[in-house]
């Protein structure tokens, strides 16, 4: 068990070597590097019954031995991200309750991290949530809140919350963070497309709000839209523009856009082609390279290191290695492969 728990560790560290040495190069002398990540883990779901929702499972065979695999799954892709340091922030999506992230952070290859959480318990019909993970020596947050959905059609409809955390930097420098899981497109892309605009309407009045108080906030914005960078919703209703547009002051940029459009690679893939359900979504501030605060390099990377794919059998190339495939289990980490961006920020005396 012990020589197993090794070679694993390993093979994390050699795989994280090679990820974050262009990374480190860039940055060991411009500042002090600040990795976020973002994550739908696919059903992180507790295999207790959790008594604020009916079935606590919901898929077939769910067992303790499932869970604490895709547990100890979730954390080693969170550590492989990380490279030579884990990333400061860490936004999830799919996950059922605080339970299950406490034993992800306190029990898994995550406890010497120190990771601490951000969550409330939503009111969506199947009790997912999502949450932040932070490290504290390096986000210390000072506001954290749920920002309810309410439709205006049907009041009595649920969906999962928007996680805000309000936070300082190192350098004293402040960090507005959005976390989403926009509703699904469940029924058809356009059947359910109303309720996307609806949620990115209370995002975007939410990120207003902010500017309204300060022009030059620092805001990130990211997890699963449930549509791609070139949908209504993010680029029309929410207004993130293209990573390589001109940056303006009180607008928002979206780091996926360019890689959604390649069709290289994605965080998710449908019908044999790629695309970025999950993206990452910052302030025209953060485009500043020479803030105190800015973000190192665009566009947002995907993570797919080779051990969280597998074959695409009916299409071509590789796709994420999923836990359930349908019905039927399949033991891997996930169907969506993790985003993530590096900024830096520097002490402000250096100005």
């Not at 892709?77 to 340091?85: D, K, R, S």
């Not at 906030?217 to 209504?232: E, L, T, V």
């Not at 929410?238 to 002051?249: I, W």
Request: with cysteine; net charge positive.
């Amino acid at each position: 068990m012990k020589r197993d728990w090794f070679i694993w560790t390993l093979r994390v560290v050699v795989l994280s070597f090679w990820i974050a040495i262009p990374g480190y190069s860039q940055l060991k002398d411009t500042g002090e590097r600040f990795r976020v990540m973002s994550y739908n883990v696919e059903n992180f779901l507790d295999y207790r019954q959790d008594s604020l929702v009916p079935s606590s499972s919901g898929l077939t065979g769910w067992s303790a031995i499932r869970y604490f695999q895709k547990r100890n799954n979730i954390a080693k892709v969170i550590v492989a991200v990380g490279g030579w340091e884990p990333p400061a922030l860490v936004a999830l999506c799919e996950v059922q309750n605080r339970r299950i992230l406490d034993d992800l952070t306190l029990h898994s290859a995550l406890w010497r991290l120190h990771y601490k959480i951000s969550h409330f318990e939503s009111s969506d019909p199947r009790g997912i949530d999502v949450a932040l993970l932070y490290q504290p020596k390096r986000f210390h947050p000072y506001l954290e809140k749920p920002i309810r959905i309410r439709f205006a059609d049907n009041v009595h409809r649920r969906t999962r919350d928007i996680l805000y955390v309000a936070g300082t930097l190192r350098n004293g420098d402040t960090l507005h963070v959005f976390v989403n899981h926009f509703p699904s497109r469940l029924g058809g892309e356009l059947e359910s497309e109303d309720s996307r605009l609806e949620v990115a309407g209370i995002l975007r009045r939410q990120v207003d709000s902010i500017f309204c108080i300060n022009s030059q906030s620092n805001i990130i914005i990211m997890g699963d839209f449930n549509d791609y960078p070139d949908n209504k919703s993010v680029s029309g209703v929410l207004g993130a523009l293209p990573d390589d547009a001109p940056v303006k002051e009180k607008m928002l940029y979206n780091l996926c856009y360019s890689t959604h459009k390649s069709g290289k690679i994605g965080s998710y893939k449908h019908a044999s082609q790629w695309g970025m359900l999950d993206q990452i979504i910052v302030s025209a501030h953060l485009l500043d390279r020479k803030a105190p605060v800015a973000v190192c390099d665009t566009p947002a990377r995907v993570f797919d290191a080779p051990f969280l794919l597998e074959d695409d059998v009916k299409g071509f190339g590789k796709q994420p290695f999923r836990t359930y495939l349908g019905p039927k289990y399949r033991g891997g980490f996930s169907d969506h492969l993790p985003v993530y961006l590096d900024i830096v920020f520097r002490k402000k005396s250096d100005f």
